[in-house]
T-cell receptor, first 117, second 109 residues
Framework: DTAVSQTPKYLVTQMGNDKSIKCEQN?????MYWYKQDSKKFLKIMFS???????INETVPNRFSPKSPDKAHLNLHINSLELGDSAVYFC????????????????FGPGTRLTVL | RKEVEQDPGPFNVPEGATVAFNCTYS??????FFWYRQDCRKEPKLLMS???SGNEDGRFTAQLNRASQYISLLIRDSKLSDSATYLC??????????FGTGTRLQVFP
């Protein structure tokens, strides 16, 4: 049973295109996240949603738009793709409600490797 | 200064060796720390939490030094399967995780 799944696993596309990455979790968690891991392997938070509500929106270009149709899904749509968007995008989920003093383990999906040509 | 700093390595050690990594952090208010493990081309997975009193899980021991603002991970009797990147992490606001850049460990026969 896959806890956090992402599709597609690999995505190769041309600059200027629009693409989406889907994420689903079957853990019953309330919070979902998108992280970006660049070529230097640095992993950084992009967004988080709690019960379909946006909680974290780091300094990310507005070409990136997350959408959460329900608390088990958090999709990431990227418009006008640029070379610098090439990275591995990880979805994660946790039972957390956004309280800093009650950390809940985050479970990561397998990642989507995006290559922009 | 980066929020979390780690020596990227790689640390190349023979099987059976003991190896230790350190990680320094800048936010002195941080209460919780974690070590995540990431295998090549895989997702990060929680390895262990780091408590003020330290934490030991089998061959792995994590320590926290608040005065010097660093955490450490000690791996005893290294196995080939320990080869991975070890990420130092602490939670920021709203449960977002702040990751270090990771320390790569390569255990050789």
């Amino acid at each position: 049973d896959t806890a956090v799944s992402q599709t597609p696993k690999y995505l190769v596309t041309q600059m200027g295109n629009d693409k989406s990455i889907k994420c689903e979790q079957n853990l019953g968690h309330d919070t979902m996240y998108w992280y970006k891991q660049d070529s230097k392997k640095f992993l950084k938070i992009m967004f988080s949603y709690n019960n379909k509500e946006l909680i974290i929106n780091e300094t990310v270009p507005n070409r990136f738009s997350p959408k959460s149709p329900d608390k088990a899904h958090l999709n990431l749509h990227i418009n006008s793709l640029e070379l610098g968007d090439s990275a591995v995008y990880f979805c994660a989920s946790s039972q957390g409600e956004g309280h800093i003093d009650s950390y809940n383990e985050q479970f990561f999906g397998p990642g989507t490797r995006l290559t922009v040509l | 200064r980066k929020e979390v700093e780690q020596d990227p390595g790689p640390f190349n050690v023979p099987e059976g060796a003991t190896v230790a990594f350190n990680c320094t952090y800048s936010n002195s208010a941080s209460q919780s720390f974690f070590w995540y493990r990431q295998d090549c081309r895989k997702e990060p997975k929680l390895l262990m939490s780091v408590y003020s009193s330290g934490n030991e899980d089998g061959r792995f021991t994590a320590q926290l030094n608040r005065a010097s603002q660093y955490i450490s991970l000690l791996i005893r009797d290294s196995k080939l399967s320990d080869s991975a990147t070890y990420l130092c992490v602490y939670p920021g606001d709203a449960d977002k995780l702040i990751f270090g850049t990771g320390t790569r460990l390569q255990v050789f026969p």
